[in-house]
């Protein structure tokens, strides 16, 4: 029995979002054929993006809202794959080498900042990934077409520099998920080779923090000090910690746009952090630990809640905009939950060690 307890204590937010889930499920009708299409599609696009997340979390840093640079990074890529009209998956795979450098450079950056505000990454990757989508706009709304050359009328604002809203990426739109597709039932087409590629990171990931600098990660993520008085580089391998979230957010946000087959040009990355960071938080993990099977339970169960909640919505008070209302609370009232659950321990931990000190 306490054992059970134990269990329960410990995956206490993903068994509360599963409920929440199929209360949302019997109540939105849906036809089953349906829904599970709609998950299919969630999870494949999706999946890659929250996994990002893991490395800084466990190299101390938290919550990483600067992935936003990475989605950043994979979409300049694809401005330009699609201007150059890069096609297929050849095409595809030209597009992420051609994001990488881009990445590392945002990455590095990004994790230079960090380290001059230790104890404080999260709220400052979440303003950097503000500032960061204020430099892009004005690039693409305001240079394109001024100082940098870019004649595409298929691309370019017809009455004025920048880009448009709206880019169709229809050479390159299924060029991973296209490749191997396994038909269940009508309407459901399980993407077999983008599956296979989420399952590649995921055993990338585990391998990883068996390697030595795997383990260097997490001597840094339960205490940097010591870690450092231990002889190991602690700001390198912090920076190192976010190019590599940074660079794989890129290649995710690739895998999320050419499921998609639309870019957003100036929205499709906005909310890359909070839902990734949502998702990974429903599925149990917190500031300071988090796995690759609560990344993807997490990711489950937070693309069915928006599957279903407008349905449920229409259902339950006869408005789909309530749903709508729901899943944006719950994204953003996870996240503050988790945050001042972080805040609420750190303080304890403190005082407790100031305690002991003084008892001593």
Known sequence: MNQVKRLVARNAVPLLFAVVCLLG??????PGQFLLMEIVNRVARNSFLVLSLIIPVAAGMGLNFGIVLGALAGQIALILATHWEWAGTGGFLLTALMATPL???FGFLAGTLLNKA????MITGMVMGFFANG????????????????????????????????????????????LWQIQAGLFVRIPVVTFLVIAALAVAIWAFFRTKL??????????????????????????????FSTVLAAWGQLIFLQNIGTLNTYNSHEQVGTFAIAALLIGGASVTKATIAQALTGTLL?????????????????SAQVGEY??????YGIIAISLALHAWQTRSAAKARLEEDASA
Do not use: C, W
């Open 118 to 121: 230790k104890g404080r990454e």
């Open 326 to 331: 729901f899943r944006v609370f719950v994204a």
């Open 135 to 178: 430099l892009y706009q004005f690039v693409f709304l305001f240079l394109v077409g001024t100082l940098i050359p870019f004649d595409n009328p298929r691309l370019r604002i017809s009455t004025g520099p920048g880009l448009r809203n709206t880019i169709d990426l229809f050479r390159l739109k299924g060029a991973l998920d296209g």
């Open 302 to 318: 937070f693309h069915l809640l928006f599957a279903v909640s407008p349905r449920a919505g229409q259902t339950i008070f006869g």
């Open 103 to 105: 990445a590392v450079l």
């Open 25 to 30: 499920v019997y109540f939105a009708k849906m």
């Open 214 to 243: 795997g383990q260097e990660f997490r001597a840094i993520g339960q205490d940097r000090h010591i870690a450092g008085v231990a002889g190991i580089n602690v700001d390198r391998n912090r920076i190192l910690a976010i190019i």
